[in-house]
């Protein structure tokens, strides 16, 4: 018979007075109506978060599964006014752990609709002793047979009672049973081991102590081995009789003892290595504010012991007042973050004297990836800074300069997709935002239209007033063709004054005329930057899809076709592909044809600019420069024709050839008894790139007999951090050859400190842009001084091209860069003159 309850509220008081956790849920539904003071306690959750759940929260998919195996049956007897008792459950409380419990349950009926009251009783205790007496019983009876631990019952004194299968296998035995009955004197080195064993080891048990300690014994052939060993009695009197028997857990750890005594060999190697560095090596713990290592370096440079280095404040007592507080508080900012980083800053030696140093910082992470230590290495750069301090205004210039280079580094990601300038979308995400607009287009049935922009007279307005305003001029382009357009535009910089604009939903043909007009509208305001008036106009070329084409890259080589048209027709005008203007591209295809018959012709020839050690006036090497001897237009520099061969394949033919005739020549000097050094090779991109390099580049040096220390691959920055992850595996396949790698124009592109310490780099070459103006640009000193520091703490060579006045040079040489390439030794000479070079 189903209850009847009139008064829902008493109903519910009642219900909160009784001891047992009981919680009523709606038959319709399920959800959960209420739930007394011990149901908040049992599922460690309050009425109000129970109250309107579903009644399955209370259980885990588990136990809802199987409540589902029996609720028609259940909900039968229930409505048939029946109770269902002893049933078994377990109640998923807040914490995620499951209680056991038994549940009664009867059905009754509130205000007209029935509801399901369950009384829940926790059997947690009654399931634990239950489980605890069946895992004791299981264990007793699978121990010997299934422990992977080594396990040895004496009795009746040191005798072996029982043994597993284990404990033969470690001390040499073929079967437990053939060790049974043997005294353990017999697996101890000596007698005296045996008694002393027994005297600390043994005897000690019948105070019901365990006892722990790694120990060797001997195996049945007489080996000895490194065990684990931990023992307890088997009485639990006091004092335990020891006769009625001791187990030993025994576990094999001679691997383990091998590895220690490696380390402890490797740690003592390391610590003697950091001991001989010039600087100071330093660990900080981060949990326990410590330091847990500093070399003995800091005595001889700072005088300061390794004792007097404790904790954060220890360190910064010896900072110079000045800078005490914001270098600490930039360091913790910087961990905090999770960057390594580089700081420099003043300390107050023990004899009151002051240093500056260069501090480089890396984080330590657990599995997690959270920073739990600092590893530090601390060099004495006083000499250079006072040097630097001559052309920075303080020291705070200095740090915004190597902060902004940290920034470069941070935004690389960012860089990889947007153009560094501008931040606009670079070519590889306007490719990318082409091939949706693509997709939705051939969905929806609609067009869309791509703009190739060109800034007119760009190129001599840059070189004329310089790249600072040419720079400008670009930031405020890119600002006014943002203002034309619409926000679902997408504007992009390809680079140099090129930009391009995808315009979706366009309806209809005119709405980009339109949009085009006033793009060319807002370019005849003059540009006015530092106080100059400027004016420019720009060329506009335009494709559609799918009208002129329906590869994303057709559609930019009909739009960059079309521009051109443009600046044929007088520029500052706009100008709409036509399949005739394909005749215009006819000049790069010739030009190309050209190429191929010049490497069938035999038309190149290799320039060869020494590199000089910039002390000793020697060469040290030389890199190879191509130029093109044309029949009839005459010597072609490399500008001229790279560029259209680094587009095509060409360029891997182009550098094959390279390789071949430098190395022949490298190697002619060589065996003439002359000395060229290392030759340098420019490795393109798509060489890098292609699957066959590797094997080219060895067939190369096998056809010469070409040693692999005579050649250094020279990669562009802005080209290995194009796809720094596939091409670090693929220098370090080439750097494993023997052959060393630089990474040329450095500062120019876009590398992070993270993938420049994964590359296997022999040397860094500093771009002749931050070359050019030592000595008259304070940033580009300051730059270039950071780079070769940077070389420096990571044991790279440093080599500065472009180098031609003897200021540059003096600058260089003070500063810790010996190599230099340039015209201040040296232009690009041909075979015959680079060998007279040579002899003389």
């Known amino acids: 018979m189903i209850v009847k309850v009139n008064n829902k509220e008493e109903y519910f008081k009642y219900l909160n007075s009784i001891p047992v956790a009981i919680v009523i849920a709606s038959a319709k539904t399920g959800l959960i109506l209420h739930a007394n003071p011990k149901a908040e306690a049992l599922w460690m959750r309050s009425a109000d978060d129970l109250v309107g759940k579903p009644q399955t929260t209370l259980h885990s998919d588990y136990w809802n599964a199987k409540g589902r195996e029996t609720f028609s049956t259940d909900i039968a007897a229930l409505e048939s006014g029946q109770s269902i008792t002893h049933v078994k459950n377990a109640a998923l409380r807040s914490d995620g752990k499951e209680v056991p419990i038994e549940i009664t349950a009867i059905m009754v009926e509130i ?49 072996l009672y029982k043994a597993n299968q284990r404990l033969a296998d470690i001390l040499g035995y073929d079967s437990p049973e053939e060790m049974e009955g043997i005294s353990m004197e017999q697996l101890h080195l000596s007698h005296e081991r045996f008694v ?12 019901n102590e365990s006892s722990h300690i790694n120990y060797e014994l001997r195996k049945k052939n007489g080996e000895r081995v490194w065990i684990s060993l931990s023992g307890k009695a088997v009485d639990s009197s006091k004092p335990a009789d020891l006769d009625k028997g001791v187990i030993w857990i025994i576990d094999d750890i001679s691997d ?74 930039y360091c913790m900012n910087e961990t905090q973050k999770g960057k390594d980083h580089l700081m420099e800053y003043r300390m107050v030696k023990k004899d009151g004297s002051v240093i500056w140093v260069l501090d480089i ?12 230590s600092l590893f530090g290495f601390i060099i004495d750069i006083t000499q250079q800074k006072n040097d630097r301090l001559k052309i920075e205004s303080d020291h705070e210039h200095l740090k915004s300069t190597l902060k902004e280079l940290e920034v470069k580094s941070a935004l690389l990601d960012f860089q990889a997709h947007h153009d560094a300038l501008t931040g606009l979308p670079n070519r590889t995400l306007y490719y990318d935002r082409i091939e949706q607009a693509i997709q939705k287009a051939k969905r929806n049935n609609s067009k869309f239209v791509l703009f190739f922009i060109d800034l007119d007279h760009f190129k001599e307005v840059n070189d004329s007033l310089g790249h600072d305003i040419g720079d400008q001029i670009l930031l405020e382009s890119s600002k006014r063709l943002s203002s034309e357009l619409r926000a679902e535009d997408t504007l992009a910089r390809l ?35 530092e106080g100059r008036t400027i004016y420019l106009s720009c060329s506009i070329g335009i494709s559609i899809y799918p009208d002129d084409g329906t590869l994303s890259s057709d559609l930019l080589k009909y739009a960059d076709n079309a521009m051109y048209k443009a600046k044929d027709e007088g520029r500052d005008n706009f100008q709409f592909y036509t399949k005739e203007m394909t005749e215009l591209a006819f000049e790069r295809v010739v030009l190309e044809s050209n190429i191929r018959q010049a490497l069938i012709n035999d038309e190149f020839t290799l320039y060869y600019q020494p590199q000089f050690n910039g002390s000793t006036k020697e060469i040290i090497g030389m890199e190879a420069l191509i ?91 802005r080209d290995v951090m194009r796809n720094p992850q596939d091409n670090v595996e693929k220098l370090n396949l080439i750097h494993k050859l023997g052959v060393e790698l630089a990474l040329d124009d450095f500062g120019t592109g876009q590398s992070s400190l993270t993938y420049l310490k994964r590359f296997p780099l022999d040397e860094l070459k500093i771009d002749r842009s931050f070359i050019k103006d030592i000595n008259q640009d304070a940033e580009d000193d300051a730059i270039v001084m950071a780079i070769i520091a940077l070389a420096k703490s990571m044991k790279l060579n440093i080599i500065a091209e472009g180098v031609e006045t003897e200021e540059q040079l003096s600058f260089l040489l003070d500063n810790g860069c010996q190599n230099i390439q340039g015209y201040y030794f040296s232009k690009p000479l041909n075979a015959i003159a680079m060998e007279k070079l040579l002899k003389e």
């Not at 002393?196 to 105070?207: A, D, I, R, V």
């Not at 713990?285 to 005088?303: P, T, W």
């Not at 790279?642 to 002619?668: C, F, R, Y």
């Open 111 to 159: 205000d007209g609709e029935r509801a399901l009251v369950g009384t829940f009783i926790s059997i947690e205790a009654r399931e634990k002793a239950y489980v605890e007496l069946h895992e004791r019983e299981r264990e007793l009876n699978s121990i010997f047979e299934n422990s992977q631990i080594g396990i040895m019952y004496l009795k009746g004194g040191r005798y």
């Open 627 to 717: 130029r093109w001897e044309h029949p009839s237009l005459g010597l072609i520099p490399p500008s001229k024709f790279i560029p259209l061969a680094e587009e095509s394949s060409l360029i891997i033919e182009i550098d094959n050839w390279v390789m071949k005739t430098a190395m022949k020549q490298i190697k002619e000097w060589y065996d003439k008894g002359l000395s060229p050094g290392v030759l340098s090779l420019n490795l393109a991109i798509k060489q890098l790139e292609s699957a066959v390099f590797l094997d080219t580049l060895k067939k190369r040096m096998d056809e010469s007999s070409f040693l692999p220390e005579w050649l250094k691959l020279e990669v562009l920055e």
């Open 495 to 529: 680079g140099g004054d090129e930009f391009t604009v995808l315009l979706e939903n366009i309806e209809k043909i005119s709405d980009a005329t339109h949009i085009a007009q006033k793009i060319i509208e807002t370019f005849r305001k003059p540009f006015i930057i």
């Open 196 to 207: 002393w064993f027994g005297e600390h080891h043994y005897k000690p048990l019948s105070n």
């Open 361 to 372: 910082v890396s984080l330590g992470r657990d599995k997690e990836g959270n920073p739990i």
């Open 256 to 329: 383990y003892k091998a590895l220690e005594e490696k380390l402890v060999s490797q740690n003592k190697r390391l610590e003697n290595l950091l001991e001989n560095i010039n600087g100071i090596s330093w660990e900080f713990d981060l949990r326990e504010n410590r330091f847990v290592y500093v070399s003995q370096n800091a005595k001889h440079i700072l005088g300061y012991e390794r004792e007097e280095w404790t904790d954060l404040d220890s360190w910064k007592m010896m900072l110079h007042p000045e800078d005490r507080e914001e270098t600490a508080a």
